[in-house]
Structures are given as structure tokens and as C-alpha cells.
């Protein structure tokens, strides 16, 4: 977290976590959790706020 002049301390901005997979074969590989944890570490790095999450989970048109 910053600081203003002053000494005022600035908030975090807010971000939110949205993960996805459109076919079942995907959530083998690349799971819903690995894309979330990534995304953590990422909004850590940027120093954001995750304000919340979200998760799909496409059709197999198969």
C-alpha cells in the first residue's frame, strides 16, 4: 500500500478473479485451480486487492 503526502495512506485498487474452461478435456491439463492460484500471485505482484472470484465451466459440444 502507498502513501500520499501527507502521510495519507492510498488503497489498494480491486481486482477480480475470473477463471474459465470450455471443454471437459481442459480441466485435465490446465485445472481451474492452476489458473487461480496464477492469478493470485499475479494480483499479489500488481499489489491488488482480490475483491472476488469467479469460475465457468463451458459445454462440451462434442
Given at each position: 500500500?502507498?502513501?500520499?503526502?501527507?502521510?495519507?495512506?492510498?488503497?489498494?485498487?480491486?481486482?477480480?478473479?475470473?477463471t474459465?474452461?470450455?471443454?471437459?478435456?481442459?480441466?485435465?491439463?490446465?485445472?481451474?485451480?492452476a489458473?487461480?492460484?496464477?492469478?493470485?500471485?499475479?494480483?499479489?505482484?500488481?499489489?491488488?486487492?482480490?475483491?472476488?472470484?469467479?469460475?465457468?465451466?463451458?459445454?462440451?459440444?462434442?
Amino acid at each position: 500500500m502507498g502513501i500520499r503526502k501527507g502521510g495519507e495512506k492510498l488503497k489498494k485498487k480491486k481486482c477480480y478473479i475470473y477463471t474459465r474452461v470450455s471443454t471437459a478435456a481442459q480441466t485435465e491439463g490446465y485445472s481451474l485451480e492452476a489458473q487461480k492460484e496464477r492469478l493470485r500471485q499475479f494480483a499479489e505482484y500488481k499489489d491488488l486487492e482480490i475483491a472476488g472470484m469467479r469460475q465457468w465451466y463451458g459445454r462440451d459440444e462434442e
